[in-house]
């Protein structure tokens, strides 16, 4: 397992705030053979000088600045396009790994002979104090599974492109990520998850992510331009992804 390189893709825009942090719980994971390639969209703040002190400190560390601002998807698929790695794994750029995240992950696709896994994740507040909001994951879940509740994070995931194959991400400005996995599992039959919160999900004020609405938008999107699902399929797995939201929300609201 040792030999095997893992390529983690991280996009960066004006992330000048929490990028030092996100690299640095890389730089302390306890499995060492990895290369973190991110991709600056055109960044406005001192997100590059950040990450250039980075590159000439730890060679496993690139930088790649793209020439226009295009979104997320095109951010990650130049980061897939260039990485070595027999497994991809997807970091943001205010998201935090805990030093186990790749060694528990790569122990269950070798042990179980599969290509594809994600984590629970803790939520924290902006500044980064940890919140009582865990999102857990399912031992494992499916298409039909992933379409009735988008629990999978992308900062969770960890790729075996030997088993699975190469992929890019699904190329919408928004969801690109829930879409993937779909896609995904439609060339595996379970995305198998680990129980523990190994990353920590930043809860950042005005981000994409934070909008509800915005999300809700985004899955139907995804149901019925992306997934092309029917009409009456689309509605039956919506009405089960909102009672999943409700769920996450209402216990957030309790914690």
């Known amino acids: 397992m040792k030999e095997s390189l893992v390529s ?14 996100t690299i640095e719980s890389v730089q302390a994971q306890t499995y060492e ?5 991110l991709i600056d969209d055109c960044s406005t703040d001192s997100s590059a000088e950040l990450i250039n002190k980075k590159v000439e400190e730890d060679s496993r560390v690139k930088y790649i600045k793209l020439d ?7 951010t990650r698929n130049t980061g897939l396009s260039v990485a070595n790695g027999r497994y991809i794994a997807f970091l943001d750029s205010d998201d935090i790994w805990k030093p186990d ?9 070798n042990d179980k002979k599969v290509g594809f896994c994600f984590t629970s994740y803790r939520y924290v507040l902006q500044n980064g104090e940890p919140m009582n909001k865990v999102a857990r994951a399912p031992e494992k879940i499916d298409y039909n599974g992933l379409l009735k509740n988008t629990i999978i994070g992308c900062s ?3 790729i075996d492109k030997k088993i699975i194959g190469d992929f890019r991400m699904t190329d919408v400005r928004r969801g ?22 190994l990353v920590w999900y930043r809860v950042v004020s005005g981000s994409l992510s934070d909008n509800k609405w915005t999300a809700i ?39």
Do not use: C
Request: charge should be positive.
């Open 101 to 109: 995240k790749l060694k528990l992950q790569l122990e269950l696709l």
């Open 8 to 21: 983690i893709i991280t996009p960066v825009y004006n992330a000048e705030e929490f990028i030092s942090q």
């Open 156 to 158: 969770t995931v960890l």
């Open 33 to 37: 053979n990895w290369e973190m390639i």
């Open 68 to 74: 226009k601002n295009s979104g997320a998807a095109v």
């Open 176 to 197: 690109q990520d829930t879409a993937t996995w779909l896609q995904l599992l439609k060339r595996t039959k379970f995305a198998y998850g680990i129980y523990d919160d």
């Open 217 to 255: 938008k985004r899955t139907w999107n995804t149901y019925r331009n992306v997934e092309h699902l029917s009409l009456p399929k689309a509605m039956y797995v919506f009405v089960f992804y909102a009672y999943n939201a409700l769920k996450k929300r209402i216990k957030k609201e309790r914690d």
